[in-house]
């Protein structure tokens, strides 16, 4: 029983990293859920994708692009955005339908799925665990596909979805739906898998996905 909460605690600690070129992972222990989460900065196109600050600090964007938008996958993952939007200005983004979220602030825009974010970062519809669920394309370093909740990867091992309990009341209806943007997803150039909740997949990510889905069908 001890070695899982050990080895969350020791994933914690990385540091930030290059998984591709101009791509920045790093994790930390999310204050709420008491689990290790990931978070990415795309430094090409300054896009920081579900980030809480890394334990380098602010400071670790200094002689850097700054960032200029904080894109949430799913609209509970603000995160510790609104730290990154003081220090730099950032823009607050998630999908249009889940805006409700944020109704007595902070203020977020909303984006349409299909939507160049930035150079290279593209928003695209997930939806079934909830509308507004996002993957983002990122056409850097091969090609990487950002996912939120609907796709998780914990410990770095096998692909999963999440427990059923936190998918909703009909868990096998809505793995189907995800498993169809899934189908759709593979249409895309991208050999890298990038997660909210688990490690980046570098290389293989396709074949990764694609039998992940096949699995299901």
Same mark, same amino acid.
Request: hydrophobic share 40%; proline share 7%.
């Given at each position: 029983?001890? %070695? ?7 994933? $914690? ?11 920045? /992972? ?9 689990? $290790? ?15 809480? +600050?890394? #334990? ?13 938008? +904080?894109?949430?996958?799913?609209? /509970? /993952?603000? #995160? ?6 003081? $220090? ?6 998630? /999908? ?11 203020? +977020? ?77 593979? %249409? ?7 997660? %909210?909740?688990?490690?980046?997949? +570098?290389?293989?990510?396709?074949? %990764? ?5 096949? $699995?299901?069908?």
């Amino acid at each position: 029983m001890w %070695a899982r909460p050990l080895l969350r605690e020791l994933t $914690a600690r990385l540091g930030i990293r290059e998984v591709l070129p101009g791509i920045h /992972h790093w994790t930390r222990v999310h204050p709420r859920i008491r689990t $290790a989460v990931s978070s990415y900065y795309v430094e090409p196109a300054g896009v920081l994708i579900d980030p809480l +600050v890394p #334990r380098e600090g602010l400071g670790w964007f200094e002689g850097r692009r700054y960032p200029e938008q +904080v894109v949430m996958t799913i609209r /509970h /993952h603000l #995160r510790e955005g609104q730290r990154f939007a003081a $220090a730099f200005g950032c823009r607050l983004r998630c /999908h249009e339908d889940g805006l409700h979220e944020f109704e007595r602030g902070p203020e +977020v825009e909303g984006l349409p799925f299909g939507e160049e974010l930035a150079p290279g970062v593209t928003a695209l519809e997930v939806d079934a665990i909830s509308p507004d669920e996002t993957a983002l394309h990122l056409e850097y370093g091969g090609g990487a596909l950002a996912f939120g909740d609907g796709l998780t990867r914990p410990g770095g091992g096998s692909l999963r979805f999440v427990p059923n309990y936190l998918i909703g009341d009909d868990p096998e209806r809505v793995k189907r739906e995800l498993t169809s943007a899934f189908v759709r997803l593979l %249409a895309l150039d991208f050999d890298t898998l990038l997660f %909210a909740h688990g490690d980046p997949l +570098v290389g293989g990510g396709k074949e %990764a996905l694609r039998e992940f889905v096949a $699995a299901r069908s």
